[in-house]
């Protein structure tokens, strides 16, 4: 285990949480320098992160859910210089679904999540990134309209508190069958779209909102971002949505949308509507979404599924 400076940005819902304070005295005791700064407002992340680029620390670690890690992610991928002039990425599962760090086989102990990132080497990773109404946003998991969007904009703090991530889930299969459908042109180079759809899938990662897995052929270091756009559905095919989403079955998803891989793809909508982006909804009517290829360097196991060479698709 290499001795390096970390900086653990916590989030604040999690800052009494008795096994991660154990975890952080643990690799103390092992000789990490391990700093921790908690989060507890809008804009805490950003500030913390811009202050360990200038320390010089040679890791940031993510310490909550997929809303936590978007933070970070963002706040490293807008300073200058390539992934190899700023500090690596970690993650520390706390949230909600953790829906990252699920897809991208992260244990969800803390000792062992800390304990991965002292023993792997950072691998680079993609991040997406959406130009929309003159703002940049950035997103290290998923982006996702219409079907996705509603169920974690729609999903009780309390139920989520009592759930977890099945939470998610029976908010999703609540409201199969009472989707409005979003009108849209959705193309690129080689790609043309133009129709109504109920779900929306731009992925980095493979799954978003607890669990659905609207992109589950994405990988993280390809350069290119999976799409799935699901029609509006009829009679029988509500079930098979609902098999694709809740089970990951991608034989049923090709079923009902149409899925391809490209490096970067506009949505133009027929009126303003809603993309989040890993917990962010961002409201507009055109989104020009691009894969920025190894902007960031994360630490992941070395069978990771979002990683080519784990999935046999070869390194470049």
Not at 179 to 204: K, Q, T, Y
């Amino acid at each position: 285990m290499s001795l390096s400076h970390w900086r653990l940005i916590l989030n604040g819902k999690s800052a009494g949480d008795d096994a991660v304070r154990e975890a952080v005295h643990a690799l103390r005791e092992r000789g990490l320098t391990v700093d921790v700064r908690v989060t507890w407002e809008a804009g805490d992340a950003a500030r913390h992160v811009g202050v360990a680029v200038v320390d010089g620390v040679d890791t940031v670690i993510a310490g909550g859910g997929d809303g936590t890690l978007k933070e970070v992610a963002a706040a490293l991928a807008a300073h200058d210089g390539d992934a190899h002039a700023l500090p690596s990425l970690g993650v520390l599962p706390l949230g909600t679904a953790n829906d990252f760090a699920t897809a991208a086989g992260l244990p969800d102990e803390p000792l062992a999540a800390l304990e991965l990132v002292a023993a792997q080497r950072p691998r680079p990773i993609d991040l997406i990134r959406v130009h929309a109404d003159g703002a940049v946003h950035w997103c290290a998991n998923l982006g996702s309209g219409g079907f996705g969007t509603q169920v974690t904009v729609e999903t009780h703090e309390g139920l989520k508190k009592v759930l977890g991530g099945l939470a998610y889930f029976i908010t999703g299969l609540s409201r199969i069958g009472r989707i409005e459908p979003i009108r849209a042109h959705i193309h690129s180079a080689g790609f043309d779209w133009n129709g109504d759809f109920i779900a929306l899938g731009v992925g980095n990662g493979r799954q978003a909102g607890g669990g659905q897995a609207l992109c589950p052929d994405a990988l993280i270091d390809d350069g290119l971002l999976d799409i799935t756009v699901v029609r509006e559905l009829e009679g029988e095919l509500v079930s098979t949505l609902r098999t694709a989403l809740t089970e990951g079955k991608v034989a049923a998803l090709d079923q009902v949308a149409v899925r391809t891989r490209l490096p970067a793809v506009t949505v133009d909508a027929a009126a303003p509507m809603t993309l989040n982006l890993d917990g962010e909804p961002v409201v507009a009517q055109r989104f020009e979404i691009e894969c920025v290829p190894g902007r960031l360097r994360m630490h992941l196991p070395p069978d990771c599924p979002l990683l080519r060479d784990a999935a046999g698709q070869g390194v470049l």
